[in-house]
């Protein structure tokens, strides 16, 4: 595939970081962070234009899922609202758009995987709010690439580098039990991303590495790849565990349209080794 003019907004996020390492080499890109683009303003759509990119990866979103919560209108203006404007600005500049989407689109009430042309139906303020932008995406952007991911770790700030921490200043750590998903390693969906643009297949796809398991069993795998299994893990439910926000309780992904394509991810053990060495090395 040619070289191309990529325009990456979130860059400065624990995805649009690994977007960057994934591209850099064989792209020229435009990284845009929240200081050089007002995603929730109607001026987005010129700041996307003015990009002149080829296709623009849109990871930016306002993911504080309890804050969305409490203000669902801000979910609204920056995830739906926000994502319709560089739609637009796709738009403007006949560029191609890769949207990154969410586990959380899903109710979470279904018994098997999700599919990737299963029916969303959130039941949250965060999901409703990126559902909204997968609409605008769709309708606005015939060449676009929805790539949902879910329970990503790769940052600085993630569920792994959370359960460390709370294994370091405690003797035991709750976590809940009955919340099942897809954990995904930034550096993996990264570079599935980066795979799927090569070949203008358009569409929905789902980049979770493969396999599905509980916060709690995450946890645990987190404690013992990191010689910490002394930590005592206690499950709760997700009824014991209060918060703004609703949780999907079980929002497992199946990546069949990306595997087609052979766009595979490594199960989610792998990844996390991957990533543990990462941080110990």
């Keep these: 595939m040619h070289n191309m003019r990529i325009a990456i907004t979130g860059a400065a996020g624990q995805l649009g970081r690994a977007l960057q390492a994934a591209l850099a080499d064989r792209h020229d890109l435009v990284l ?13 759509i010129s700041q996307i234009a003015a990009t002149a990119a080829d296709l623009v990866i849109h990871s930016a979103a306002y993911t504080n899922v309890d804050g969305c919560a409490r203000d669902p209108e801000r979910a609204y203006r920056a995830n739906a609202l926000g994502t319709r404007y560089v739609a637009l600005g796709c738009r403007r500049m006949n560029a191609a758009l890769v949207y990154i989407s969410t586990n959380e689109v899903f109710d979470g009430a279904a018994a098997h995987p999700y599919f990737e042309y299963d029916q ?3 039941i949250n303020a ?5 559902y909204a932008g997968e609409q605008a995406v769709r309708e606005l952007v015939p060449q676009h690439y929805i790539a949902r991911v879910a329970w990503l770790f790769g940052g600085e700030r993630n ?3 959370t359960v ?4 370091s200043e405690h ?10 998903g897809s954990p995904t390693y930034t550096a993996d969906a990264a570079a599935a991303i980066a795979a799927l643009i090569e070949q203008p297949i358009y569409g929905t796809y789902h980049i979770v590495n493969s396999g599905a398991c509980s916060r709690y069993e995450f946890a645990r795998a987190i404690l013992q790849h990191t010689g910490l299994g002394h930590v005592a893990l206690r499950p709760i439910t997700l009824a014991d565990f209060k918060r703004d926000s609703m949780v999907p309780p079980h929002t497992p992904l199946h990546n069949i349209a ?4 052979g766009v595979r991810l490594r199960d989610w053990q792998a990844a996390l080794a991957a990533y543990l060495a990462t941080i110990h090395a």
Excluded: C, Q, W
């Design 120 to 122: 969303p139906a959130p």
């Design 32 to 44: 845009l962070t929240h200081n050089d683009i007002e995603l929730a303003a109607p001026a987005a």
């Design 258 to 261: 990306a595997a087609d394509l």
């Design 171 to 180: 003797n035991e750590i709750a976590m809940v039990a009955d919340e099942i």
């Design 159 to 161: 569920f792994v580098r």
């Design 164 to 167: 460390l921490r709370l294994a």
């Design 126 to 130: 965060y999901g409703r709010s990126k």
